[in-house]
């Protein structure tokens, strides 16, 4: 007899969290990753530019992996994947799997890491079924706001599984693709084991409202503008920055993209037919000093207020090319990811100041919908899934919660439902599904160029650094006696006002306290290591005595 088949599900990111999905199926040895994406983080992580899975329990055995499949070309769902690499040793080219546009975008940042030879790529179609290993993989296509996304029915020994992506029902989509609510019927009916789905909008009542809405909106804004028109949107939003170029075009406007990662991001939705805009529609930025404002819409990044993207450069008047001028309106295509409330609000400030006019979500809803499906949406995903089983991802904790009262209003047993936690582990067979022993598992930070060399240490000093600044102390000493023969001088910066009559009271008594700790250990050969630590501790002592703040305290003790 053999051992009855159960395939292991394990988030690897994306739950507890809204970013870096990525989730890891396993058979028997063999595994399979379904999205590797990278999450933007908070402003608590000073100077991290981006946080990663941490895959080491893949590193470990590299040898079972038959692939990794790829839903849509989100950052939050490919950006991971050079950052993966980079955890593996040197190793035969992964296979991976995705549609021609999400293969297209991930194929850029592969290569502008140098890593494009570290996979070889499968393109994967609606209805196609590939076979990798254990597992059949057959994409079904689902409606989001990024073109070619799909949802992947995964078919093992064990049972049936379907992962939806991203996803909601657009009925009337610009783009003419819709969610196929037959397959999915279809596929209730073949029978699926577990359902693992996407639930980031369930505090949502109703439904989505559809993209069509978004471009009406877009129309009437631009054709009511006076002057220059710029929208600001994601990079990987395709749909909309074609939205935005056709409006534009039908109301006698050129467009212009200004950033590099959507231009780059349009070349390839371009090349793959995916940006099908009229003639002429699209010029470069410096053939529009040409043209009356009026016949101008640009279209930029910076929907987050991200600080060194196009839109907070052009807010913060330090954009080489493009300066606000009167007349011009900004269009807000987009609301901020959350986390990112306060930076947006801060570049939309600043375009008002510069004297532009804004429009953003909050005072005319219409100018973005989401891409994810709301409560009745959910719900009638799970009338056409029919479930057995039920793993809600892409969420805050809420969110999954949320997502298993929800599914027990649909009649799905709440013991079915498994909440999990980033390397938990829920095996499903014919016999039921349990919990098992949770993997290696957590974030892996990017900053700059390296990666995972920021650890908690340095990032409690960045933190200390933002908040009470750093004091520099030197001090000269006599290397045979221990005298003291110069200083102990201090610098300060980002911490009091630098030469005020209480920051130089403040020094002189801190000068003392440095000599009388020094004092005790004069005439004997100095240990600096030690004196280091003894003048950290005293004025770290003393300076919190007096100000109730604790700048990091960095003494210099040379001997000559
Ligand atoms: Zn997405
Ligand atoms: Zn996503």
Avoid at 417 to 442: M, N, W
Wanted: glycine letters at 10%; hydrophobic letters at 40%; aromatic letters at 6%.
């Amino acid at each position: 007899m053999t051992r009855e088949a159960r395939v292991r599900i394990s988030p690897l990111g994306g739950v507890g969290e809204v970013g870096k999905n990525s989730t890891l199926v396993e058979l028997a040895e063999e595994m399979l990753i379904v999205d590797a994406g990278v999450k933007f983080p908070e402003t608590e992580l000073h100077g991290v530019d981006l946080v990663v899975c941490d895959y080491s329990y893949i590193a470990d055995r590299l040898d079972s992996l038959v692939g990794i499949v790829f839903t849509h070309g989100h950052e939050d769902h490919i950006g991971g994947l050079p950052y993966l690499i980079m955890q593996l040793d040197p190793h035969d080219p992964i296979p991976i799997y995705g549609t021609p546009l999400t293969l297209g975008l991930i194929s850029v940042k592969l290569k502008e890491h140098g890593l494009l030879g570290r996979v070889i790529q499968y393109a994967i179609r609606d209805g196609q079924r590939s076979r990798l290993g254990p597992f059949e993989i057959e994409p079904i296509a689902v409606n989001h706001s990024i073109p070619d996304a799909v949802g992947l029915v995964i078919r093992t020994p064990a049972g049936v599984l379907f992962h939806t992506g991203d996803f909601k029902f657009d009925p009337t989509p610009v783009e003419g693709r819709t969610t196929d609510n037959e397959r999915l019927r279809q596929l209730g009916d073949e029978g699926v084991l577990a359902l693992l789905s996407d639930c980031v909008r369930v505090e949502q009542p109703g439904w989505t409202a559809s993209e069509l809405g978004v471009r009406e909106a877009l129309e009437q804004l631009i054709g009511l503008a006076p002057g220059r028109v710029l929208v600001t949107t994601f990079a990987s939003n395709i749909g909309r920055l074609r939205e935005v170029v056709r409006s534009a075009h039908k109301l006698g406007r050129k467009t212009s993209i200004v950033g590099r990662s959507m231009e780059e991001n349009l070349r390839v939705a371009r090349d793959l037919g995916f940006m099908n805009v009229p003639e002429g529609s699209l010029v470069d930025l410096r053939d529009l000093n040409d043209l009356p404002p009026e016949k101008v819409v640009l279209l930029s990044t910076g929907s987050q207020g991200e600080p060194t993207s196009v839109l907070s450069r052009i807010a913060r008047g330090d954009h080489p090319l493009v300066k606000i001028q009167p007349n011009d309106t900004v269009i807000f295509s987009a609301s901020p990811v959350p986390g990112n409330e306060e930076s947006v609000a801060r570049s939309i400030d600043n375009l008002f100041r510069r004297g532009a006019r804004v429009i953003y979500q909050m005072i005319d809803p219409r100018v973005h919908v989401s891409g994810h499906a709301s409560r009745e949406e959910l719900k009638h995903l799970l009338d056409l899934v029919r479930p057995k089983y039920l793993v809600p991802l892409h969420g805050e904790h809420r969110m999954l919660w949320l997502f298993r009262e929800l599914a027990a209003e649909c009649g799905i047993p709440r013991e079915n439902v498994f909440l999990t936690e980033i390397g938990d582990v829920v095996a499903f067979g014919e016999a039921g599904a349990q919990r098992e022993e949770p993997i290696s598992s957590g974030s892996v930070l990017v900053d700059g160029l390296t990666i995972g060399e920021v650890t908690n240490v340095v990032l409690r000093d960045r933190r200390r650094l933002a908040a009470d600044g750093v004091v520099f102390v030197s001090v000269t000493l006599d290397r045979e006696t221990g005298e003291l023969l110069s200083g102990p001088d201090f610098v300060s910066r980002g911490f009091l006002q630098l030469s005020s009559e209480e920051t130089d009271g403040l020094f002189e008594e801190a000068r003392e306290r440095v000599c009388e700790a020094l004092e005790g250990d004069e005439r004997r050969q100095p240990d600096v290591n030690y004196l280091v630590g003894k003048v950290r501790d005293t004025l770290n002592s003393f300076v919190y005595e007096r100000t109730r703040r604790r700048p990091m305290i960095l003494p210099r003790i040379t001997e000559v």
